[in-house]
């Protein structure tokens, strides 16, 4: 599979991610759909806060938002693992698979429209930067650099 796939894997896995986020979300009275939903991300939201001040020296925080069924995601995993490794220190790596239970809050929380998305943090945990696509290690260093990360 050379270049001439890769687009449209994508595109597919794309769209598959977004319909299996309606399909799974639902139709149904909004109000009593989203309180259980709006319970997590407030804690969601409350987790990254706490975790603000315990981490110090954190400059990024990379939050990848794919799924472990989808190709190019799989294709992330290496790079996100080298980044976590080589960058321990200064970058915090979070991973969340969206088509699970656990993982569908943060597609919303971030309003993510395809799969995978990858969402830069600085230290007060304000979105920077954000990605759609695969990412090559080379480019999402490009964009740690820019938060002083060496």
């Known amino acids: 599979m050379k270049s001439k796939f890769k687009p449209r894997m994508m595109k597919l896995c794309a769209i598959t991610s977004i319909a299996s986020m309606f399909f799974s979300w639902g139709c149904g009275n909004a109000d009593s759909q989203n309180q259980p939903l709006n319970n997590e991300l407030r804690a969601s939201s409350a987790a990254i806060e706490q975790n603000k001040t315990k981490t110090t020296g954190i400059k990024v925080t990379f939050v990848e938002l794919g799924s472990e069924n989808c190709m190019p995601c799989r294709m992330m995993q290496p790079i996100i693992s080298e980044i976590r490794e080589q960058y321990k220190s200064q970058v915090r ?58």
Do not use: C
């Not at 656990?102 to 998305?117: D, E, K, V």
């Not at 600085?122 to 060496?150: C, M, N, P, Y």
């Open 93 to 150: 790596v979070v991973f969340h698979d969206v088509w699970t239970e656990q993982g569908r809050p943060y597609a919303q929380m971030f309003g993510i429209r395809l799969i995978p998305t990858q969402v830069f943090l600085d230290s007060d945990g304000k979105e920077f930067f954000r990605h759609e696509g695969f990412f090559s290690k080379e480019d999402i260093v490009a964009v740690l650099k820019t938060k002083g990360v060496q």
